[in-house]
């Protein structure tokens, strides 16, 4: 199964809820979905991002999101101005996130839903911190 049909069937909610305002075709130079859209159908296309992806990190919280989700979003967690990063919240560690980012110009919106970085997780903070988070 190629990366295209992958991110389909694991982002089919979103895929499918965003079908009729966005046109979806693969972007091979970063394994994703993208779909680029005028921005005067950008508050449609977020309020449906929103129902399904509840999940909002932007430049001014990212910092305060988990190291995990930070390591899932890989690139797509160093946001600047406007850029979002969406994803469900009922998953512990969700299949694919979702990339806002509108372009400077301000006319148009991307978004890109991409697979989650596969590599595993391995915390940096050190060991005692780990079990006794208390600890300063």
């Known amino acids: 199964m190629n990366q295209e049909t992958i991110i389909r069937q694991r982002g089919a909610i979103i895929v499918d809820a965003l079908n009729d305002v966005v ?3 693969y972007d091979d130079f ?3 979905l993208l779909a680029e859209f005028s921005a005067d159908k950008a508050q449609q296309v ?3 991002v929103r129902q399904h992806f509840t999940v909002e990190w932007d430049v001014t919280n990212v910092k305060q999101a988990p190291n995990l989700m930070k390591h899932l979003a890989g690139k797509y967690a ?3 101005k ?3 990063l969406y994803y469900p919240q009922q998953d512990e560690r969700p299949d694919v996130m979702l990339a806002w980012w509108p372009w400077g110009h301000g006319a148009t919106v991307s978004i890109r839903l991409f697979i989650v970085n596969q590599e595993p997780f391995v915390s940096k903070k050190p060991l005692l911190k780990r079990i006794f988070p208390f600890l300063n």
Do not use: D, Y
Request: hydrophobic letters at 35%.
């Open 78 to 80: 160093r946001l600047s």
């Open 23 to 25: 046109k979806w075709k």
């Open 46 to 48: 977020n309020a449906i």
């Open 82 to 84: 406007k850029q979002k």
């Open 30 to 32: 970063n394994r994703a």
